[in-house]
């Protein structure tokens, strides 16, 4: 059965990459549920998505640019909060997998050492050769994904200990998770992609479950999880 993973959590209906928005993801029935990590200018750890504030506040600067008071100020006056890491690991108290997509390419070793020791069942996701070392050290391969930034790098985040791989969907008409599979013991998962945007729709989820992937991250979980049991009572 494809896993449905709720990307940046349910951030389709409630407000992304909060305890809430993944809690609620969990709660519903996500496999696992996804957030993004940064650091801010004085070293606090974020849960924050994109490479700047532009779209969520209006304003051009990143993460790490500002102190986590001058993020938190600019969010809020456009309506939004700001979680950080540490708040994400008090407050989660779901036994659902989160995966923790790792936003930096060198995370130092105090960082992993958090990560390892947090309660939160987190899988981590690298997006480079360094994080995958890192992290490796502190999680087993199973709960390592490669958010791979080209598929031709497959191998290599295999070779280096990467349990589960991430294929884009604009991928799969150059690469099959099939193929993948010749060179990887472990579990590969498709980013939806169509039309612009990661919310993912039913033509997608039977795309990625017909070439044999092992899950989907998808922005809009309720609508993949309707498709799930839909195509549950059909078999």
Known sequence: MLKLIAHRGASKVRPENTL?????????????????????????????HDGNLARLAGIPQTAEELTYE??????????????????????YRERVPVLLHIKMNEPDEAFAEKIGRAPVDFICGVQ?????????????????????????????????????????????GEITPEEVRRGHRGEVWIMAWKNDTMDGDEESLELAERLGADGMLLNDIELGLRWRASHVETR
Do not use: H
Request: proline share 3%; glycine share 8%; charged share 25%.
């Open 128 to 172: 480079s050769a360094a994080a995958l070392s890192t992290m490796r050290r502190v999680r087993p391969a199973e709960r390592i994904l490669a958010f791979m930034p080209s598929k031709e790098q497959y191998r290599a985040f295999s070779e280096g200990g990467a349990g589960i791989l991430r294929l884009w969907q604009q991928w799969l």
């Open 20 to 48: 809430e928005s993944l809690c609620y993801a969990a709660q519903i029935g996500a496999d696992a549920v996804e957030c993004d990590v940064r650091p801010t200018k004085d070293g606090k750890y974020v849960i924050f």
């Open 70 to 91: 001058e993020m938190k100020a600019a969010l809020a006056k456009a309506g939004r909060g700001l979680l950080t890491l540490d708040e994400l690991i008090d407050g």
